[in-house]
Nanobody, 125 residues
Framework: QVRLVESGGGSVQAGGSLKLSCASS????????MAWFRQVPGKEREFVAY????????SYADFAKGRFTIFRDNARDSLDLQMDNLEPEDTAVYYC??????????????????WGQGTQVTVSA
């Protein structure tokens, strides 16, 4: 069992940066393949980035490539998302998730069993 908690959201102007963090109580995050998703009201949850446990096969959504970086801070046992050159279209609630199933692919929310409560990111023009 794991409880995930995100932090680091906030309000920035376009072109700015934010770093999100995801921490866990219970089982260590380093034992899970992890991902970040985001969601805006009225839309489905959207894949952002994925970091597997044992391989270097990190993956990003097209909109995140070159601007977002997913990584682990092993000292803090956290999952972080560095977001640079933010755009108003990045405004959303961002969620971290721990993967449980390996059936459809890392970009599908149903692959993940544990979710945080989300942290709001607001980017103004």
């Amino acid at each position: 069992q794991v409880r995930l908690v995100e932090s680091g959201g906030g309000s920035v102007q376009a072109g700015g940066s934010l770093k999100l963090s995801c921490a866990s109580s219970g089982r260590a995050l380093s034992t899970y393949s992890m991902a970040w998703f985001r969601q805006v009201p009225g839309k489905e949850r959207e894949f952002v980035a994925y970091l597997p446990v044992r391989t270097a096969k990190i993956s990003y959504a097209d909109f995140a490539k070159g601007r977002f970086t997913i990584f682990r801070d092993n000292a803090r046992d956290s999952l972080d998302l560095q977001m640079d050159n933010l755009e108003p279209e990045d405004t959303a609630v961002y969620y971290c998730a721990a993967r449980w199933h390996y059936d459809r692919g890392e970009s599908f929310p149903e692959e993940y069993r544990y979710w945080g409560q989300g942290t709001q990111v607001t980017v103004s023009a």
